[in-house]
């Protein structure tokens, strides 16, 4: 006879046949799987409805699974959930990921995000626009073939959100609204990760208007965090501070040098040129 993986009881007749495929659990067993999966998905989503999906909370559910000794194909779907929601939070927490696109960019200007994406072009009669979202540090741009392309500023986008809609074969298609207050671009996306996108330009807007400035995650780290990099270049107009040079031989210079313990904050961060940074050297 079979025993239950979890409990190493022996399975009646009816536990057996129940479980053709996959681990063999007992019905106490699978009662209490079912309990524990639905109260981790519950704390996950908690979390997630505060960005709060970290590395350290994402170990403790490991641990929990392993404590009350889940199958791993019945933990499967629960786990991808929680990697989802830590990548989301991630993001919303103001850490965009740097991608390689394929449109040519500024000098100044990196990328975010590039998805295939459908513009529903408000008109007498909506006109569907194939083309490319790309999202950057500076703008979000919709790429075409032809002159449809548009380029939204992120000081112009006022909100964006997820919405659906179902086509006359019931299929239900994701959505991403747009709203500016001025200039084209705004309206819905159709994409195929509406959720990711709204966080990505989301949180593209709130650190460019610097709403997210102040969630860095440490502020003496050796690296400059991006969002602070685009604050600053925001803030001194992409001009060095000594002579007004614009161009691009600008640099990031700490006020108060590393050295004498200057930290990553934007406070601290200007920009210089690269001949009027040599000069200062690591005097304050």
Same mark, same amino acid.
């Given at each position: 006879?079979?025993?239950? @993986? ?92 740097? @991608? ?131 604050? @600053? ?52």
């Amino acid at each position: 006879m079979a025993t239950c @993986v979890r409990c190493n009881n022996t399975l009646s007749f009816f536990e057996n046949i129940t479980h053709l495929a996959g681990s063999k659990v007992c019905s106490a067993c699978e009662q209490q799987i079912r309990m524990t999966l639905s109260r981790l998905q519950q704390q996950i989503m908690q979390e997630a409805a505060h960005n709060r999906v970290t590395e350290q909370f994402c170990t403790s559910v490991y641990q929990d699974l392993t404590a009350n000794k889940i199958p791993p194909e019945r933990a499967r779907s629960l786990v991808q959930l929680l990697q989802r929601q830590k990548q989301l939070s991630t993001i919303r927490q103001g850490h965009l990921p740097i @991608v390689q696109v394929s449109a040519i960019l500024d000098t100044d200007e990196y990328a975010h995000f590039e998805t295939p994406a459908i513009y529903y072009k408000p008109n007498k009669q909506v006109k569907l626009i194939n083309g490319r979202m790309i999202a950057t540090n500076k703008k979000l741009y919709f790429i075409t073939p032809d002159r449809n392309s548009m380029k939204i500023d992120w000081n112009n986008v006022v909100n964006v959100s997820e919405s659906f809609t179902t086509t006359p074969k019931k299929q239900k298609i994701g959505l991403v609204h747009i709203q500016v207050s001025k200039g084209s671009g705004g309206g819905h996306y159709q994409v195929e990760d509406p959720e990711l996108t709204v966080a990505i330009i989301g949180t593209a807007v709130r650190l460019w208007k610097r709403h997210l400035v102040e969630l860095k995650a440490n502020p003496n780290t050796p690296g400059i965090p991006d969002h602070v990099k685009a604050a @600053v270049f925001k803030r001194d107009g992409g001009r060095c501070r000594q002579c007004g040079y614009m161009g691009p031989y600008i640099e990031y210079d700490h006020i108060l040098p590393r050295s004498k313990g200057g930290s990553n904050t934007v406070e601290n961060i200007q920009l210089l040129c690269r001949q009027c940074n040599l000069k200062k050297g690591n005097r304050i």
